[in-house]
């Protein structure tokens, strides 16, 4: 049984192994996105304070003015204060979104990045490695479960004998260097490299994940499905700060965090709340502002609460300061794989006798 999983583990690691070093990647560079874009972009953070006083509806006009009568489809409050406003518009014959920086004060338009620029291009990376439409998402959760595996079946092979733990937790002077740094680092990183991994095997399929877990747990109706209750037929959708006020009165001690804006004929506004770290979520009808539907702390299942904690555990948003370890553990595959590759190598080389000489023939 060992050496069927020693033979698992390591055609996992130089198999889809390559690709989760990519994706793993990607991932640390994710859990600190908006620090490193601000870094590489200080332009598209120039506020000129932290004040959001222009209302829903300006910030809208003004970036569908800058891009030229743009959709608006999403518009973000700052995450911290002194942040800009972020907006998702659609122009006209545009193929992808473009991510439009916003100054809170005065509703100027600070940057339009075409996709989201880099920041943009690594989610899409991480999530589907740029393939949506060709089975992307499916093969990034293939590339989980074989991380999974190859992190619980590294622990299995680790095991040491009984007797012998605390030997086994720190530096063995008779290994090799690649064995000893293999050894180490999968055994302290395995449980974070398999915590990812399984979040991102729900992430990656939803579908699936919900339909698992509504055997054991309802599930709520995804918010796409949520429809309005009778088409606009050609009337105007109520005002984005009616819509706003309308969410607030329903739960007055909460921020606003974000709204959707309603894009077609059965569309609805979608307004996105924060009450004590709890998300909050109020789908309105665009023609009245009746509620259609919320999901709070009292409103969600136990599934829903188990499908929700899955994005905040891969994301290190349940972490707060634990970034900083998922942070590391993105970058435990390239490791991992590094000297793995090196002890794989090892073991094919013919060995030399102890004492002896090697030389041509």
């Known amino acids: 049984m060992r050496r069927a999983w020693i033979q698992i583990h390591l055609w996992l690691g130089l198999s889809l192994g390559a690709l989760g070093i990519f994706i793993g990647l990607s991932g640390s560079f994710l859990i600190y996105d908006h620090e490193i874009d601000a870094w590489l972009n200080p332009q598209r953070y120039a506020v000129s304070g932290p004040e959001v006083s222009r209302t829903y509806a300006e910030y809208a006009e003004s970036v569908s003015q800058a891009l030229g009568h743009a959709r608006i489809a999403n518009i973000r409050m700052p995450e911290e204060p002194g942040g800009p406003v972020v907006v998702i518009a659609r122009t006209q014959g545009a193929v992808t979104f473009q991510r439009v920086y916003v100054d809170p004060p005065t509703g100027r338009v600070l940057e339009a990045v075409p996709g989201g620029g880099l920041i943009g291009w690594v989610h899409r990376f991480h999530e589907n490695l740029t393939l949506r439409e060709y089975w992307g998402r499916e093969i990034v959760g293939a590339v989980g479960f074989a991380m999974l595996i190859s992190s619980l079946s590294g622990i299995y092979l680790w095991w040491p004998a009984r007797g012998r733990f605390r030997e086994a937790l720190g530096v063995h002077p008779g290994l090799a260097r690649s064995r000893n740094l293999h050894y180490l680092f999968g055994f302290y990183g395995s449980l974070f490299l398999a915590l990812l991994s399984f979040t991102g095997i729900w992430l990656a399929y939803p579908e699936a994940g919900r339909s698992?877990?509504?055997?054991?747990?309802?599930?709520?109706?995804?918010?796409?499905?949520?429809?309005?209750?009778?088409?606009?037929?050609?009337?105007?959708?109520?005002?984005?700060?009616?819509?706003?006020?309308?969410?607030?009165?329903?739960?007055?001690?909460?921020?606003?965090?974000?709204?959707?804006?309603?894009a077609g004929q059965s569309e609805v506004y979608r307004v996105n709340l924060r009450e004590v770290n709890t998300p909050i979520a109020v789908f309105l009808d665009p023609a009245s502002g009746a509620l259609l539907r919320r999901t709070d702390a009292a409103t969600r299942s136990a599934g829903d609460r188990f499908l929700a904690v899955q994005r905040q555990l891969h994301t290190g948003e349940a972490f707060g300061a634990g970034r900083i370890a998922l942070f590391l553990a993105g970058l435990l595959p390239a490791v991992l794989a590094a000297t793995g590759s090196i002890m794989w190598l090892k073991n094919r080389l013919p060995r030399t006798p102890r004492g002896s000489l090697r030389g041509p023939r």
């Open 212 to 262: 698992a877990v509504s055997a054991f747990s309802p599930v709520s109706p995804l918010a796409r499905n949520i429809k309005a209750s009778e088409s606009l037929a050609g009337r105007k959708p109520i005002a984005p700060d009616a819509a706003v006020s309308a969410a607030q009165a329903l739960y007055p001690a909460a921020t606003v965090t974000g709204i959707g804006l309603p």
